[in-house]
């Protein structure tokens, strides 16, 4: 047996892949990041003149929410 191939038998012989988040709980996980980033996204749009590290900030807190909540969904 080579050593590749027990290496694959060793991977395969491994525990399967668990979740850390249940499936059960992806809609509401898609529901509340997508709100809390559509929420920052307009906090970004509609503030009057911020400082660029605000601005910065509240882009990135918008981004983050929105790419984790696009995960879930």
């Given at each position: 047996m080579s050593a590749s191939s027990e290496l694959y038998a060793?991977?395969?012989?491994?525990?399967?892949?668990?979740?850390?988040?249940?499936v059960s709980?992806?809609?509401?996980?898609?529901?509340?990041?997508?709100t809390a980033g559509l929420f920052f996204a307009a906090k970004f749009g509609i503030a009057q003149k911020p400082e660029f590290i605000h601005d910065l900030a509240t882009s990135s807190a918008?981004?983050?929410?929105l790419g984790f909540g696009i995960?879930?969904?």
């Open positions: 060793a991977w395969s012989a491994g525990t399967p892949f668990a979740p850390p988040v249940p709980a992806h809609p509401i996980l898609a529901i509340i990041t997508m918008s981004a983050v929410f995960v879930f969904l």
